[in-house]
Each structure stands twice: as structure tokens, then as C-alpha cells.
């Protein structure tokens, strides 16, 4: 199984139910095609693991790049795996007002996903690049919120 992570910015100007709505169709999209993952969207970052068949998930991940609606692509992770890291595609997003409540909402989502996926069996560097990326991306004040 071949597992591809980026992080990217999104342009200032996306609206919340414009990434709300991209969201619903990337799992729409990507349960359609054989692709799981995650994708985590929080202060106009996106972290994004892909995985799948190695060609479906590298043409996804070009369609991604050429995307105008985000910037700052970086690759951060390709990997093949035994096994599937995600048994389906899911999205960890929210737009409440007040910021302390919407880190603990992620992390504990992200943290359900995490432990609830195979992805903790893994021994290659995917768990690892997703696990740092989305705890600094969370990080508020230098305190991580558990929730």
C-alpha cells in the first residue's frame, strides 16, 4: 500500500464552507477510487496523508498540487506499507469561535482516528510524520491540548 504526506496553506481568502465542502467531495471522491488517509485542516493549514494504489494516489496527489486553492505544497513523507495505514478517509475539521475549544475537538478526533486506524501497527515512518505534523500544527502557546 502506498501512502504519500503533504502540508499546504490555504489561500486567505478560502471560505469555511468552501473547505467544508472540499472535504465532503475528497471523501466522496476517494471512497469512490480506493484512496484512504486523513486530512487535517486547522488555521488555514492542511496536513494530508493519501494512500492507496501507488498510481491512483500520485495522480491524486498532482490534481492536489495544481490546486489554487492552497499554496506551500510540501511533501513530506512517501512510503509503501504492508497494509493499509487507514481502513477509510477521514477529515478532522471545525470552525467554532473560540480556539482553545476547537484544538481539543481536533486532537481528540485526530486522537480516535489515529488509535482507531492500523496505522499504530506500523512500524515505518508514515505514523510518525503524521503523528509530528498534526501535534506541532495543533500546538497553541506552546501547550498541546488533549482535551
Known amino acids: ?13 478560502l471560505a469555511h464552507k468552501d473547505i467544508k465542502d ?11 477510487n480506493a484512496i484512504t488517509g486523513c486530512l487535517v485542516y ?41 497494509f493499509s495505514l487507514f481502513s477509510n478517509f477521514s477529515t478532522v475539521y471545525n470552525n467554532f469561535e473560540d ?6 475537538h481536533k486532537r481528540m478526533l485526530f486522537h480516535q482516528i489515529f ?9 515505518g515512518g508514515s505514523k510518525l510524520t503524521l503523528w509530528t505534523q498534526v501535534n506541532n500544527l495543533l500546538k497553541t502557546k506552546n501547550k498541546l491540548y488533549y482535551g
Not at 1 to 10: D, G
Open 22 to 32: 472540499m472535504m465532503q467531495k475528497a471523501s466522496c471522491f476517494n471512497s469512490q
Open 42 to 82: 486547522h488555521k488555514q493549514c492542511f496536513i494530508h496523508l493519501l494512500e492507496g494504489n501507488e498510481k491512483s494516489v500520485r495522480r491524486l496527489f498532482g490534481k492536489i498540487s495544481r490546486d489554487d486553492r492552497h499554496g506551500d505544497i510540501v511533501l513530506l513523507n512517501v512510503e509503501e506499507n504492508t
Open 1 to 13: 500500500m502506498f501512502s504519500l504526506i503533504y502540508k499546504s496553506v490555504a489561500r486567505k481568502d
Open 99 to 104: 480556539v482553545q475549544d476547537q484544538v481539543r
Open 115 to 123: 488509535h482507531g486506524a492500523d496505522i499504530v501497527k506500523s512500524p
